[in-house]
């Protein structure tokens, strides 16, 4: 019997989703990074084998909103919970449970699918610690499964695995085999840039920066140019991602550039550009032009 369906991967910021979901992909589909709201869209990464597809949606992580970007993150978040076969309750076992996971365990209680609990960063703790820091966190909710792992150190990944394959339904492969996402290539470029900036920047600058790949053009056999504008909030900003005589912008080019030859299968000529869109967080026009919220189906 082949078996297929969607497992949602909730969680307050920072938790460990990415780091979950690429690691049982075994493909880079989605960001990671120390700072919180990483993930901006609702990313499928897909995961094959002979006996069954499962197709994971990790979402930006369930905070209290600021912004129109915030709104529209929380947004999606919101609608794919209901409809997955499996709902993940990802949580941090090295901090006590807070607002936001409670927030979370009432999204995954919505889910009509099975819910499993699983804690995360279990590698960061003794043996005799871990069960006491996860227990106020199985007071959260009622769950059909409890677990703990390490998503970095791909602890206890396959018993996760299991755990999924038993509550997904009977179904086709909606994907083929090789594909690991759904995101189109130039979103997935944009979203490797975005992670350089995000290493390069602290404090403010961060949060405010948007990515847009403006071309991707196969310019011989072997070589692509690609143009990419990096969007940030003030003329300050532009300034830090810029760095001096250009130094922080070659840095984010050049750490990006590998992952993107990857994804583009031959060389890139990277070509980067710094923009100013003042308050853009707060215009629902341009959050949705920089392709941020609910994905169109
Ligand atoms: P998200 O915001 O929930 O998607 O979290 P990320 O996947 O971006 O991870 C946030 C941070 O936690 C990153 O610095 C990760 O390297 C780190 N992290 C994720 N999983 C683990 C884990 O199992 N153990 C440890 N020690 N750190 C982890
Ligand atoms: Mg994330």
């Keep these: 019997m082949h078996k297929s369906g969607f497992v949602a991967v909730v969680g307050k910021p920072n938790v460990g989703k990415s780091t979950l979901v690429n690691a049982l992909v075994g493909e880079k589909v989605a960001i990671v990074s120390a700072k919180p709201q990483t993930t901006r869209n609702r990313i499928l990464g897909i995961s094959t084998t ?20 915030g709104r529209a993150m929380m947004d999606a978040a919101k609608q794919s919970v209901p409809e997955a076969d499996v709902a993940i309750l990802l949580v941090d076992v090295t901090s006590p449970p807070g607002t936001e996971d409670r927030e979370a365990a009432a999204l995954v209680a919505r889910g009509k699918g099975a819910r499993l609990l699983v804690g995360n960063k279990a590698d960061r703790l003794a043996k005799d610690h871990v069960d006491a820091a996860f227990a106020p966190y199985r007071a959260l909710g009622e769950f059909d499964g409890y677990l703990l792992v390490s998503a970095l150190r791909h602890k206890n990944l396959d018993l996760l695995r299991q755990a999924i394959l038993e509550h997904l339904p009977e179904g086709p492969q909606y994907f083929e085999a090789d594909d690991y996402t759904d995101r189109p290539s130039q979103e997935v470029a944009a979203e490797l840039i975005r992670e350089q900036v995000l290493l390069a920047t ?10 847009v790949v403006d071309e991707w053009k196969q310019r011989r056999a072997d070589l692509t140019d690609i143009t990419a504008t990096i969007f940030v909030e003030r003329e300050s900003h532009k300034a830090i991602v810029v760095g001096k005589g ?19 299968g031959n060389q890139v000529f990277l070509q ?26």
């Design 50 to 69: 002979p006996e069954a597809q499962i197709v994971f949606i990790d979402l930006p992580g369930v905070h209290q909103p600021r912004h129109h970007l």
């Design 246 to 264: 250009g130094e922080v912008l070659k840095r984010i080019g050049a750490g990006a550039r590998p992952g993107i030859e990857a994804l583009a």
């Design 202 to 211: 602290r404090e403010e600058v961060p949060h405010g920066v948007a990515v």
């Design 272 to 297: 980067l550009w710094v923009k100013v869109a003042k308050d853009w967080r707060d215009d629902s026009a341009a959050v949705k032009r920089f392709g941020y919220g609910i994905p169109k189906e």
